[in-house]
């Protein structure tokens, strides 16, 4: 495999980041995963870890070097991640149960798949065009279908941000699955949370990653909905990966899968409370005692 892939999380006018994101590659498989926690104090940040934690390390564990089934693959790890968070919020006797949206993809012999809950969104696109978007699983997309509201009024609608499927929850989620997409060379995959979606027009973003040059195009993204967002901005995370033809020329960034071994795999995320300190109203106590209880969570559905 030969890809270009960048990743970027911003914490916005908040005080905390709920956001998590990763990606992982094999020598054959390359998955991406993104999730936009819901909650109060410290728990919307959990919910989204654990999916994201739980995912990424499920991928390490089985893809050797691919995974046998990618559909069946996502369907049992977004499953079993929505079930670590419930276990997490019993061990913790909590009234409310986390939350968090879910995007995850996986590429295996040229094709995508991806399922996702809730309104973080996936973009592919082809050519400069916009060719798959997940929809999103709220109150106000159900008024769009139902042409209740159109897109404008959408964009104010004060239920904008409720949504009907989630990780964690009260609810069990509903999990939609795409049909496989089948790449070519230079297609972007992007995947955001609404805090990048919501302030930029969808033509800004198509047309601001359509050149593939990922390394350039995610922060410029990210500046554009920060900058629009103003004081009421959300965290902000993008990841976006172009894809290219193993015959093509080396590219600068560009990562090559050809000489890994079998075994071996890559990630890229960011642990709980570990790098930029961003979570302010945390104590280190709290944080080193949040992942403690992350680990002993997903360890339970290994």
Known sequence: ?????????????????QDRVAYSYTRDALLMVLADGMGGHLYGEVAAQISVQFIAQSFQQEARPKVTDPVLFLSRVLSNAHHAILDYAFDKHLADIPRTTIVACLIQEGVAHWAHAGDSRLYMIRKGRLVAQTRDHSRVQLMLDQGLLDAEAAAVHPGRNRIFSCLGGNHPPQIEFSRGASLANGDVIAICSDGVWGPLEPETLVKSLADGRVMESVPKVMNEAELLGGHQCDNMTLIAMTWHDDHQEDIPDTVSTRTMPADAYTTQMEGFGRGKREQEDLSEDEIERAIREINAAIHKFK
């Open 1 to 17: 495999m030969r890809f270009t892939i960048f990743q970027e999380s911003r914490i916005g006018k908040r005080r905390t980041n």
